[in-house]
């Protein structure tokens, strides 16, 4: 059963606050490699900023999403996108290569991607791809957790995110029946130009959520105290604490 989440996604806020989601996805584009005439899958492409690169290379792109907002930024772009969960991909042997960056760790349960990943590659084909790893967002985590705890809410049971170490994910991949070809997570302190308030907009929805209306405005201004100290540096900048888990592996001949 497809978990989805409960965030709205707005392509403008996104676009306005959150570039700095496809601009660190310059590494996995470079991992993908894409060439002059292959057909690819941009999974939760979001408004196709990246999806964008990869048809600049000369391949013919296919982007899906789950957000209709986000799908119809990339197609006002030019891009051949569809609303479609990545929990329910209909593709059968049709790619080169899937390709994802900043989405996949929304997408849960992963196994079931897993597979309709699989079943969209062609054999042989690859996948690559950039996602939120284990101790992703850690503070953010426990700061969000404290607050609503406060008020009888469980945070982890309300998170959309799943965050895998290379372990855990590797065995994923092999079961699906990849081989993994490399697999690494490592930190990325992730500069918020936009501050905090914009990512918990963008990203946060779901632990907001359940709170009474009159409630939420103190619960982030508790959370964002938290926080602070922790990730304000001393110039005034908030720094995320991003792991990322990037990876590529092959589809069975
Ligand atoms: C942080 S954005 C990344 C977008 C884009 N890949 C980029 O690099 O800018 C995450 C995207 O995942 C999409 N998403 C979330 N859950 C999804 C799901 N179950 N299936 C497909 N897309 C999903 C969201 O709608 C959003 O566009």
């Known amino acids: 059963m497809a978990e989805l989440s409960r965030q709205t996604w707005q392509a403008r806020r996104y676009a306005a606050t959150a570039a700095f989601v496809p601009a660190g ?13 292959e057909r690819i899958l941009d999974l939760g492409c979001g408004d196709g900023a990246l999806t964008k690169e990869i048809a600049a290379a000369g391949a013919s ?38 390709f994802s960056n900043a989405a ?5 349960p992963p196994e079931t991607v897993l597979q309709g990943v699989r079943r969209a590659l062609k054999p042989g084909g690859r996948f690559v791809a950039e996602m939120g790893g284990h101790n ?9 957790a404290a607050v609503l705890g406060r008020r009888g809410l469980n945070a982890p ?6 965050f895998p170490s290379a372990l ?3 065995a994923k991949l092999e079961a699906a029946g ?3 070809t490399e697999i690494s997570l490592f930190g990325r302190p992730t500069v918020l130009d936009s501050g905090i308030d914009a990512w918990l907009d963008n990203f946060a929805e779901d632990f907001f959520a359940p709170l009474a209306a009159a409630e939420r405005a103190a ?3 508790e959370i964002v105290d938290l926080l602070r100290p922790v990730l304000v540096d001393e110039t005034g900048t908030w720094i995320a604490d991003y792991v990322r888990l990037r990876f590529r592996a092959v589809a069975p001949k």
């Open 168 to 170: 855990a994910y590797r």
């Open 25 to 37: 996805g310059a590494a996995v584009l470079a991992l993908l490699a894409p060439q002059q005439g």
């Open 219 to 221: 619960a982030r201004t």
């Open 104 to 108: 996949l760790h929304w997408m849960r």
């Open 178 to 180: 990849f081989a993994v």
């Open 61 to 98: 792109v296919v982007a899906v999403d789950a957000a209709p907002d986000m799908v119809a930024a990339a197609r006002a772009g030019g891009l051949d996108a569809r609303v479609m969960p990545g929990q329910s991909l209909a593709f059968e042997r049709e790619f080169d290569a899937v």
């Open 157 to 162: 049971a309300l998170s959309p995110w799943y």
């Open 136 to 144: 992703n967002i850690a503070a953010i985590m426990v700061a969000v």
